[in-house]
Every structure is written in C-alpha cells, then in structure tokens.
C-alpha cells in the first residue's frame, strides 16, 4: 500500500507570491489534514477535509486556502507569501476521523 | 480547548537503558492519544494510540504507553532504549465534537540514545 506522498518536496518562492501544495492520500482514505511545522513552533493545525468537504480550520489567516479533489487527493494554497511561512508542511491522511493519522514526508518551503 | 504538554524538550538515555517519554493533556470530553516519531527530513510514523480499553497501550517498534485518566498522562515507554531510537517524539490529541475533528499536537521530546 502507497503512503501518503506529498509534491513538490521542496518549494522556493520570494515573499508575495503564491505557493500550491499538492497531497495524495493513502487508498481508501477520504480525510485529509494538513499541518505546518515551523522552527520553533511545532506542529500547528491548518486544515481537515473530508468528502470534499472543509471540516475544521486552524488559526491561520485566510490567504491559507485548499481544497479537496473526488478522488481525494488535496491541495493547500497560500497566497500573498510571507518571510514567515517558511515551514514543513505536512499533509496526513486516515480512513475516518476517530483512526490514526498517517502522514506524508512533508513539502519544504522556503521564502526568499 | 484541548492542550498538549510535553514538560521535556529533549530526554537522554543509554542504550539498553528504560526510557520515559512524559505527556500530559487537557481536554474537555473523551480523549483519543497519539504517539508519533518523527525521524529528520521526514513526516511523522504513527507510534500507538489509546481510544478506550487497557491502560497499557503496546505499540511499534517495542514502544508503550500508559493512560492515566487520574493524572491525565499518556507516558510513552521502552523497557530497553536503542540508538536507532533517537528522533523526535510527539504527543498528540484528538476530539471529537459533531462533525468537527481536530488533533493537537505536543511540542515534541527529542529523544537522545547514546552507546
């Protein structure tokens, strides 16, 4: 079975401009959840969809937007980049909301 | 709100040695508890959870965990530490109100073996 694979791994972009996150679930899995991780932070809430569906949203402004495809896969848009979004984000996935989380390696990205 | 604590944030212990991860949590309702590892450049490997049942929750890779519903603590365990062990550990919560899920994570427990 394929784990949770995440694209590109890394992503370098100047403060302004727009970032898009890709994700892929794990077969069989319709949630979706992804997290930021940034130095000195820790792992922070961003976003839960399921069935296609926005479930529940961290607090993170709104330029941190994403959605959800029918075939489950996802994908995190941060608009308007700043110094401070550079993070690991991490996209994770699991069967039903009440199992565990399995998780991607994670999409680097760098602002310059 | 639901919180997280991970009092260390970083446990050294000798190889073949038991070692202790601590987490304690808050939380308004039943809890569901998660242990991650996190190895470097990579994403996060589920460890064990606890959703009801025996206290003593048996995970991967050797690893345990105790709940303790009095002291709201979830405490990962190893009765014998291998180097290959050395990661960063988190410490997670989850629940569930109606339709809303949400997992909050510890600030993590690097965890040092040495020989």
């Known amino acids: 079975e394929a784990g949770v694979t995440q694209s590109p791994t890394h992503l370098i972009k100047t403060r302004g401009q727009q970032a898009t996150l890709r994700c892929s679930p794990i077969?069989?899995?319709?949630?979706v959840y992804w997290y930021q991780q940034a130095l000195g932070l820790g792992l922070q809430f961003l976003l839960w969809y399921d069935e296609g569906e926005e479930r529940n949203r961290g607090n993170f402004p709104p330029r941190f937007s994403g959605r959800q495809f029918p075939n489950y896969s996802s994908e995190l848009n941060v608009n308007a980049l700043e110094l401070e979004d550079s993070a690991l984000y991490l996209c994770?996935?699991?069967?039903?909301?009440?199992?565990?989380?399995?998780f991607g390696d994670g999409t680097r990205l760098s602002i310059l | 709100a639901q919180s997280v604590a991970q009092p260390e944030d970083q446990v050294n212990v000798a190889e073949g040695n038991p070692l202790t991860v601590k987490c304690t949590y808050s939380v308004s309702g039943n809890p569901y508890l998660f242990w991650y590892v996190q190895y470097p450049n990579r994403g996060l490997q589920f460890l064990l959870k606890?959703?009801?049942?025996?206290?003593l929750v048996k995970g991967s890779y050797g690893f345990e965990a105790e709940f303790n519903k009095s002291q709201t603590s979830f405490h990962l365990k190893k009765p014998s530490a291998l180097v290959s062990d050395s990661a960063l550990y988190f410490c997670?919560?989850?629940?569930?109100?109606?339709?809303?899920?949400?997992?909050?994570f510890g600030t993590g427990t690097r965890l040092q073996v040495t020989l």
């Open positions: 994770a996935s699991s069967r039903v909301s009440n199992q565990p989380q399995h």
């Open positions: 606890y959703i009801t049942g025996d206290n």
């Open positions: 077969s069989g899995h319709t949630s």
């Open positions: 997670a919560v989850r629940v569930l109100t109606g339709t809303a899920s949400k997992l909050t």
